[in-house]
C-alpha cells in the first residue's frame, strides 16, 4: 500500500506457475527503504491497523 492506495498485485498462483507480482498504474512514487523498514518493525496498535486482517483472512 502506498498512501492508502495498493501498489502490487500478486497474481493468482495455481501451484504450477510461479508467483508474479504486477506493479499497478497507482504505484508512482519511490519508496524510502528507511520508511518501509519502520513500517515493518513498528507495532500494530490492532490487527486490523494497517489492513493485516483484509490481507491475511480467506474471502469466503
Known sequence: MVDGEPAFELSFWC???P???RRLET???TLSL???Q???TGA???LDDGGVIDRSAPSW
Open 15 to 17: 501451484g504450477t506457475c
Open 19 to 21: 508467483f508474479l507480482f
Open 27 to 29: 504505484a508512482r512514487q
Open 34 to 36: 528507511e520508511r518501509v
Open 38 to 40: 519502520e513500517r515493518l
Open 44 to 46: 500494530l496498535a490492532d
